[in-house]
């Protein structure tokens, strides 16, 4: 079944959704919980080592059936069989979407046109296996004999994205090898890592799905020349390695085939960690930890495919995020992990959801008239707490938040562990809370302070709380768990997609960057600049003088 390509806008669900919003839409929180004991329970879902408190959210039962009313009327239940079972649903590309195929299990048999993919994704998983295995031993070694003892990955998007996130997510459980990421075609930021390498001892993984990317080819280009300044020509053999589906362009290159290793254009380039786009995270944290990456996702994958819609976690979370951004018009949603690890965890976020749901016509071509792509940014906290969370509790914007945490931590300090934890749970118990005025005279009094001194301030300390927030509650930061929570914001993004009557997979609005800036380059680097409006002609003409 293709996806459907109905306006979510005409289905029964939405115009009862739009009318339950404006006889809900000032209920507070507070007094949600206050008229039903047992709205946390009703509203938490526990599956494996996660638990997801969703009780904090705008919502009562009539809106959650109501929004799984509108999931069913969007067939979302076939659009998810069609995904894993390998439809072309990424239409104006013409391919299935199956990187759930590249976390799948050995036996599970996937096919397109026909032919079934699982055996090609494990020979090049074996080949991941091998080869990193081989690089952490020690047993291959660079062109003078020596150990390799740092890895940089080069690429950018999707091909850097994924696999730096997951580095830092996991670099408790990292080896030896000192790993680096190259992305940016600014000269200064390649100049700048290659200062920290010795050209003897380091690998070169040049990740780019289709190999013809302008950043990810200079940086290659660039790291080449630099190292052919200390080697040969035949040692490129031993230091560099590609991952792509252009093997044509990779040889062009000059890696040997040994070192290359093929991906799918069934495999969006921000949905590709899990495939030998990942290699550096295999090389980094060594093949087992990657393969239990690959379980966790796998795990979640089967959850979101068969549980029922109700108790499945990235519908319900995907819904109350359309709830937010389609009927109270929240710009924006913040993702906030209790974890320094995590630290790129948003950074990766935005790609996934930004590049996939930043979307304004919908399937049928037509231009949508509602909102698609929520804006999605954070940090983690504690830090966040002292950067930008002053607007979420006190600014005039509606920010809805999940707030990510584990209940243990790695190195087993409980001390700042629960520390953190503390800031955790309070910060989402503030934001629904709010203070009000009342209690904001207490505290002062509290403090011996007489209310006619400190009269003019309490306007200013006065918090109206009723911030909505998820709360996920994991075990351990684990390579399996995070497998499992990357894999929930997938389907996040998918179930989004289908709701929206938006085409998720695919990226023209960065296929158009990529064209201008050719265009402008030839301006820079030839004597005649083309026809621009006068703002950029004068800027180009500035630059070139
Ligand atoms: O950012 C646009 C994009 O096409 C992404 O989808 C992709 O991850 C990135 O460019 C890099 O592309 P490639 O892996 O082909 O170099």
């Given at each position: 079944m293709?996806?459907?390509?109905?306006?979510?806008?005409?289905?029964?669900?939405?115009?009862?959704?739009?009318?339950?919003?404006?006889?809900?839409?000032?209920?507070?929180?507070?007094?949600?919980f206050?008229?039903?004991?047992?709205?946390?329970?009703?509203f938490?879902?526990?599956?494996?080592d996660?638990?997801?408190?969703?009780?904090?959210?705008?919502?009562?039962?009539?809106?959650?059936?109501?929004?799984?009313?509108?999931?069913?009327?969007?067939?979302?239940?076939?659009?998810?069989?069609?995904q894993?079972?390998?439809?072309?649903?990424n239409?104006?590309?013409?391919r299935s979407?199956?990187?759930?195929?590249?976390?799948?299990?050995?036996?599970?048999?996937?096919?397109?046109?026909?032919e079934?993919?699982?055996?090609e994704?494990?020979?090049?998983?074996?080949?991941?296996?091998a080869?990193?295995?081989?690089?952490?031993?020690?047993?291959?070694?660079?062109?003078?004999?020596k150990?390799?003892?740092?890895?940089?990955?080069?690429?950018?998007?999707?091909?850097?994205?994924?696999?730096?996130?997951?580095v830092?997510?996991?670099?408790?459980?990292?080896?030896?090898?000192?790993?680096?990421?190259?992305?940016?075609?600014?000269?200064?930021?390649?100049?700048?890592?290659l200062?920290e390498?010795?050209?003897?001892?380091?690998?070169?993984?040049?990740?780019?799905?289709?190999?013809?990317?302008?950043?990810?080819?200079?940086?290659a280009t660039?790291?080449?020349?630099?190292?052919?300044?200390?080697?040969?020509?035949?040692?490129?053999?031993?230091?560099?390695?590609?991952?792509s589906t252009?093997?044509?362009?990779?040889a062009?290159?000059?890696?040997?085939?040994?070192?290359?290793f093929?991906?799918?254009?069934w495999?969006?380039?921000r949905?590709?960690?899990?495939?030998a786009?990942?290699?550096?995270?295999?090389?980094?944290v060594g093949?087992?930890?990657f393969?239990?990456?690959?379980?966790?996702?796998?795990?979640?994958?089967l959850?979101?495919?068969?549980?029922?819609?109700?108790?499945?976690?990235?519908?319900?979370?995907?819904?109350?995020?359309?709830?937010?951004?389609?009927?109270?018009?929240?710009?924006?949603e913040?993702?906030?992990?209790?974890?320094?690890?995590?630290?790129?965890?948003?950074?990766?976020?935005?790609q996934?959801?930004?590049?996939?749901?930043?979307?304004?016509?919908?399937?049928a071509?037509?231009?949508?008239?509602?909102?698609s792509?929520?804006?999605?940014?954070?940090?983690?906290?504690?830090?966040?707490?002292?950067?930008?969370?002053?607007?979420?509790?006190?600014?005039?914007?509606?920010i809805?938040?999940?707030?990510?945490?584990?209940?243990?931590?790695?190195h087993?300090d409980?001390?700042h562990?629960?520390k953190l934890?503390?800031?955790?749970?309070?910060?989402?118990e503030?934001?629904?809370n709010?203070?009000t005025?009342?209690?904001?005279?207490?505290?002062?009094k509290?403090?011996?302070?007489?209310?006619?001194?400190v009269?003019?301030?309490?306007?200013?300390?006065?918090?109206?709380g009723n911030?909505?927030?998820?709360?996920?509650?994991?075990d351990?930061?684990?390579?399996?768990?995070?497998g499992s929570?990357?894999?929930l914001?997938?389907?996040?993004i998918?179930?989004?997609?289908v709701?929206?009557?938006i085409?998720?997979?695919?990226q023209?609005?960065?296929?158009?960057?990529?064209?201008?800036?050719?265009?402008?380059?030839?301006?820079?680097?030839?004597?005649?600049?083309?026809?621009h409006?006068?703002?950029?002609?004068?800027?180009?003409?500035?630059?070139k003088?």
């Amino acid at each position: 079944m293709a996806l459907t390509k109905i306006n979510p806008t005409t289905t029964k669900a939405w115009s009862k959704l739009t009318s339950h919003f404006e006889q809900t839409k000032n209920q507070t929180l507070k007094n949600l919980f206050i008229s039903d004991p047992n709205r946390a329970e009703k509203f938490t879902l526990k599956w494996k080592d996660f638990l997801v408190d969703f009780s904090k959210n705008r919502i009562n039962q009539e809106t959650l059936d109501l929004l799984l009313q509108l999931a069913k009327e969007l067939k979302l239940e076939e659009s998810i069989s069609a995904q894993f079972s390998g439809e072309i649903i990424n239409e104006t590309e013409g391919r299935s979407v199956l990187h759930t195929a590249l976390r799948a299990k050995k036996k599970d048999v996937i096919a397109i046109e026909g032919e079934n993919i699982v055996p090609e994704v494990y020979a090049v998983k074996e080949k991941i296996r091998a080869f990193s295995e081989s690089i952490i031993s020690g047993t291959k070694k660079g062109y003078t004999g020596k150990k390799f003892t740092d890895v940089v990955n080069i690429g950018i998007g999707g091909s850097d994205l994924g696999p730096a996130m997951v580095v830092e997510a996991l670099k408790y459980y990292k080896n030896h090898l000192k790993s680096h990421f190259v992305s940016n075609v600014d000269g200064d930021h390649t100049h700048e890592i290659l200062k920290e390498l010795d050209p003897e001892t380091t690998l070169f993984v040049v990740v780019s799905k289709t190999f013809t990317t302008q950043e990810t080819l200079s940086n290659a280009t660039t790291i080449k020349k630099w190292f052919l300044n200390h080697a040969n020509q035949e040692d490129i053999a031993k230091h560099f390695a590609a991952v792509s589906t252009n093997t044509e362009k990779i040889a062009e290159f000059g890696i040997s085939s040994e070192n290359v290793f093929p991906m799918w254009d069934w495999v969006g380039g921000r949905f590709s960690l899990w495939s030998a786009v990942g290699l550096s995270i295999a090389l980094t944290v060594g093949y087992k930890n990657f393969d239990d990456l690959l379980s966790g996702a796998n795990e979640m994958d089967l959850h979101f495919k068969e549980t029922e819609l109700s108790e499945n976690i990235p519908v319900i979370l995907a819904l109350l995020s359309i709830w937010y951004n389609n009927f109270y018009k929240a710009e924006t949603e913040a993702i906030i992990p209790y974890t320094q690890y995590l630290s790129r965890f948003s950074a990766y976020l935005q790609q996934g959801i930004m590049e996939s749901n930043g979307k304004s016509v919908d399937r049928a071509g037509n231009r949508i008239n509602y909102e698609s792509g929520t804006i999605i940014w954070g940090e983690p906290g504690t830090n966040s707490q002292h950067a930008f969370f002053q607007l979420i509790h006190q600014g005039t914007k509606l920010i809805p938040a999940d707030f990510i945490g584990y209940k243990n931590s790695l190195h087993g300090d409980v001390d700042h562990h629960n520390k953190l934890m503390a800031n955790f749970f309070a910060q989402t118990e503030a934001l629904m809370n709010g203070k009000t005025k009342v209690e904001v005279e207490e505290e002062f009094k509290s403090a011996g302070k007489t209310l006619f001194d400190v009269k003019h301030l309490i306007p200013f300390k006065v918090f109206t709380g009723n911030k909505p927030t998820n709360t996920i509650l994991i075990d351990k930061l684990t390579p399996s768990s995070l497998g499992s929570l990357i894999a929930l914001y997938e389907h996040k993004i998918f179930v989004q997609g289908v709701v929206w009557n938006i085409f998720s997979y695919d990226q023209w609005g960065v296929e158009l960057g990529k064209q201008l800036a050719k265009n402008v380059l030839n301006d820079i680097q030839n004597s005649e600049i083309s026809k621009h409006d006068s703002s950029t002609l004068s800027l180009l003409q500035y630059f070139k003088k």
